[in-house]
């Protein structure tokens, strides 16, 4: 069954099974302790730190192993704005980091601190320039990810690192997505990664801190890994984690051409096999293995569940697989199409013959979800009718809103309105989508009795 979510976590390198295994044999003791099994396990930490440490482009005593790249994210941000809290208590974020990030974002702003996230463009793209307008004399910390984990969108990393440097401001890289296909450019003060990102094991993150960066560790301080991640050590998932980062960083030039060459292809054909395709994420600057797009009138869940039986394991950014009924805060910020999202990413040793597959068989799953939806066939064809069709969406979810503006658009002349009632959040970003890709004008919205009425004019 062809894995295509590597993105979420990367099937295990066959060198940290076996770096693995190995150092359950040897590094099963506590490197603290002076007796001859505590040194050998020393002796392996250290290795592995130092091997960590080269892939990042620091010192080994910058660098600490944390149980994951969440709390890596978590105990970076609280760390340096605890560090820097005589500057201010001002974290300046891009609206597409990781949730993680956010997360630490939300709690700051709960407990008084003060947050700017900044936008992004509808490829997913920081500008430079906002970011530095964000910074303020307050700012203690900015974070900004090496590249996106749900489009793959590679961010200005050393343009905005200049930038915080020339404000004085440490930033904060999140590499968890890019790390194993090279190092960040230079300019950080912080970094985090998780090793299942790159074929590791999971419960492995690194943060790195440089020296000369005010950090002040979160919580009571313990004497391993410089006070940064209290608690014994994972040793032998640390060793698979820093022997399978250098594995991958050996192959990584070869595989991105390989794999990159491959998700072009998902790229061109998908919009050409189906209709009504939106591929999200910027076209140039994008990690080699990682291809988004989003199918109008598609229940997203429902699309992942007709791929999954046809033996493809792919996920989604749509609102419809989450508990929340939110679309994705990475799609809302880049105002892009949300329903029928796919995120195709592709594992080192992907074969072309499963892409190919994955090619033939989506247009016929996307039109069986579309038929059990009752998605229009096709275009409505220009007609007369009615100047103004209110569709009344309420209570329906993720593709229905946008099924119904179709489904009835051809009621009203050109230049004749179309208003969909709906209280799925979902509607603000997919309404102007369609618009988008049917070259129709989005009026706009207005609050009504139980929820939102989003207003397209009829041009064509």
Known sequence: MPYFDAASAAPPHPVARQALLAALDEGWADPARLHREGRRARLLLDAARETAAEAVGCRPDELSFT?????????????????????????????????????SADALEADGGGVTRVGVDRTGLVDPAEYAAALRPDTALAALQSAN?????????????SLCRAAGVPLLVDAAQSLGW??????????????????????????????GTRFSPPGPVDEREAGRAPGFPALPAIVAAAASLRAVRAEADAEAARLRALVDRVRARV????????????????????VTFS???????????????????????????????????????????????????????ALEADVERFLEVLPGVVEGVRRHLGAPAE??????????????????????????LAKVFDRVPVGGLVTVLSDDAAARLDVPAWCDMRGQEYVGERVVEGGVGYTVRRVS
């Open 67 to 103: 149980p994951s790249g969440t709390r890596a994210l978590h105990d970076g941000i609280a760390g340096a704005l605890a560090g820097r809290r005589r500057t201010g208590r001002h974290l300046v974020v891009s609206a597409v980091e990781h949730s993680a990030v956010l997360h």
């Open 149 to 161: 984990h749900e489009t793959g969108t590679e961010q200005p990393v050393a343009e905005v690192a």
């Open 182 to 211: 090279g190092p960040v450019p230079e300019g950080w003060s912080l970094l985090t990664a998780s090793a299942h990102k790159w074929g590791g094991p999971a419960g492995v993150g690194l943060l790195a801190v440089r020296k």
């Open 271 to 290: 919009p050409a096999l189906v209709p009504d395709v939106e591929v999200v994420g910027h076209p140039a600057r994008r990690l080699p293995h990682i």
């Open 295 to 349: 199918c109008l009138y598609v229940d997203g869940e429902a699309l992942l569940h007709a791929l999954d039986r046809e033996g493809f394991s792919v996920s989604s950014g749509s609102s419809c697989t989450s508990s929340t009924l939110e679309p994705s805060h990475v799609l809302r910020a880049m105002g892009v199409l949300s329903e029928g999202n796919v995120r195709v990413s592709l594992p080192r040793g």
């Open 379 to 404: 275009a409505p064809a220009p007609a007369g009718g009615a100047p103004e069709v209110v569709v009344d969406a309420l209570g329906k979810r993720c593709p229905i809103p946008v099924i119904e």
